[in-house]
């Protein structure tokens, strides 16, 4: 079992920035590749970032392609995503993701809670 726990979504305005973490406690973190997803009210939940198990290799959406960053610190067993240039439309709740396989589906294995970020205007 993996236990995920999100934080540091909040309310920013257009343009700014927030850095959303994620920590990691159960079985080896480094064994996961780590991803993070985002869903909006009445959408479905979609892609954000992943980053492989051992943080060689990273993809994005191209939605946020330039703006956000996903970074991990295995020997804090953490997950970030960097999020800057924020905009309207990356209002959602954002949860990171846990297993074996750096997928972009919303097919993983753990799922933290979530925490919302609304951008405003």
């Known amino acids: 079992q993996v236990q995920l726990v999100e934080s540091g979504g909040g309310l920013v305005q257009v343009g700014g920035s927030l850095r959303l973490s994620c920590a990691a406690s159960?079985?080896?973190?480094?064994?996961?590749?780590m991803g993070w997803f985002r869903q909006a009210p009445g959408k479905e939940r979609e892609f954000v970032a992943v980053?492989?198990?051992?943080?060689?290799?990273?993809r994005y959406a191209d939605s946020v392609k330039g703006r956000f960053t996903i970074s991990r610190d295995n020997a804090k067993n953490t997950v970030y995503l960097q999020m800057n240039s924020l905009k309207p439309e990356d209002t959602a709740v954002y949860y990171c993701?846990?297993?074996?396989?750096?997928?972009?589906?919303?097919?993983?294995?753990?799922w933290g809670q979530g925490t919302q970020v609304t951008v405003s205007s």
């Open positions: 993701a846990a297993d074996p396989v750096p997928r972009s589906r919303p097919e993983y294995h753990y």
């Open positions: 980053i492989k198990r051992g943080g060689g290799g990273s």
């Open positions: 159960g079985r080896t973190f480094s064994y996961y590749a």
